[in-house]
């Protein structure tokens, strides 16, 4: 029997207990052990739950416990959950965590600490809840040479972009919704300007590249510009607006970003709606391959935890190698990266100005009054900057078709 610990009895945490009593014979055959939840910690008392008569509130009580061999952190946040699981690595604890700004801040270090102590730090749930991609880009995918990731990462703006695509509701009626049905926080900033597919982009091309990408150099947009008008020239350009974070090698030079962008239907991720997520990837030999399913909720990120259990269970006193160091991964300069632009200006903007500036353009009309409306062909960042500063721009999305 393996003991371990749960830090959290949230909703992710909750599940994972739940996942564990439900399909506790199935995991333990996986696992060649059984598996035994031995504490969890939380600072509130759950009355007339049965975790009452394993719920703790010390942590020291779960770090000095030599019996427990596999520590789940599901706290969320970088502290105390840094401090708890930097602990319980240097204890000789494996951890398991879905927590995305753990793993985007501190990875590199707990991953070097896991791998001194011949322990393990997994963190699967971390870059798509449900979804298995950490595990590929680890083990799977090791004799490409991956060119690109590009991800629909965050739920919550999944399902606003959906809805307002198709039921033609503004941004802030739809972001009500989305807070009433739990989708998205009181305060949705996370979620809304980009910040959590920003965490979950640099973490998964930490992996795809083996060196350290620091979430804070991503250029990150969120979709609070994003309006019905927008989606009106979506629909005519029969293409559909998402959210996404991507990473490109373009001729030898790697660009990131998180942003909202035009994709044309045809592209894998067009289709995927509401709260469901989806990874892109693709290498050099394996062409390209789709990773879906649920980014986030309770059972299917408890799932992802539960098999980084399982895992750790299976590996206990060796270590499983991940290739994260910390040397920082070098990218180019964003504002050299070149991209196809989706712009909406007022139609006293002359043609010539705009060609002017942007070169070669396509119109694209959808009978919205006082407008006009163009794609540019690729141009740099800098020189789609500049031009903001020189119009009156209703709005501008980059574009992948």
């Not at 298995?132 to 965050?154: F, M, Q, W, Y």
């Not at 962008?261 to 030999?285: Q, R, S, T, Y």
Request: hydrophobic share 40%.
């Amino acid at each position: 029997m393996v003991n371990i610990a749960v830090l959290g009895y949230g909703t992710v945490g909750s599940g994972v207990v739940e996942v564990i009593n439900t399909n506790g014979s199935i995991i333990n055959r996986k696992a060649g052990e059984e598996i035994n939840i031995k504490y969890v910690l939380d600072l509130r008392d759950f009355p007339g739950d049965p975790v009452e008569k394993i719920l703790v509130h010390d942590f020291e009580t779960i770090l000095n416990d030599e019996d427990v061999k596999v520590v789940v952190e599901v706290m969320g946040g970088v502290e105390p959950a840094y401090t708890f699981v930097k602990k319980c690595l240097l204890a000789g604890k494996s951890v398991a965590t879905s927590n995305k700004e753990l793993v985007a801040t501190h990875g590199v270090e707990l991953l070097k600490i896991a791998a001194d102590k011949s322990v393990n730090f997994f963190f699967e749930a971390s870059a798509g809840g449900g979804i298995p991609i950490v595990r590929p880009l680890i083990s799977s995918l090791t004799a490409d040479k991956i060119t690109e990731i590009t991800g629909i990462l965050n739920g919550t703006t999944n399902y606003i972009l959906t809805k307002m695509a198709n039921e033609g509701a503004d941004y802030a009626t739809v972001l009500k919704q989305a807070q009433e049905l739990g989708y998205a926080e009181r305060n949705p900033e996370a979620d809304v300007e980009g910040g959590d597919a920003c965490r979950k982009i640099a973490i998964l091309t930490s992996l795809a590249y083996g060196k350290n990408l620091d979430y804070n150099r991503i250029h990150t947009e969120g979709i609070t510009k994003i309006t019905t008008e927008d989606f009106r020239y979506a629909k005519v350009m029969d293409a559909a607006i998402k959210l996404v974070g991507t990473t490109k090698e373009i001729e030898g030079t790697l660009y990131t970003f998180v942003a909202p962008m035009l994709i044309g239907k045809e592209h894998p991720l067009a289709g995927i709606d509401d709260v469901f997520n989806g990874v892109f990837v693709h290498g050099n030999v394996l062409d390209d391959a789709m990773f879906y399913g649920r980014g986030a909720g309770k059972l299917p990120t408890a799932s992802a935890v539960v098999a980084d259990v399982v895992d750790a269970v299976k590996n206990l006193g060796r270590n499983v190698l991940t290739i994260w160091d910390e040397e920082p991964l070098e990218l180019g300069d964003f504002k050299d990266a070149e991209n196809k632009f989706f712009v909406r200006v007022s139609d006293k903007v002359e043609d010539a100005a705009i060609e002017a500036e942007f070169g070669e353009v396509s119109y694209i009309t959808a009978g919205i009054a006082g407008e006009k409306a163009f794609i540019t062909k690729p141009v740099k960042e800098s020189l789609y900057e500049d031009a903001c500063g020189k119009f009156d721009i209703i709005s501008g999305i980059r574009v992948d078709f």
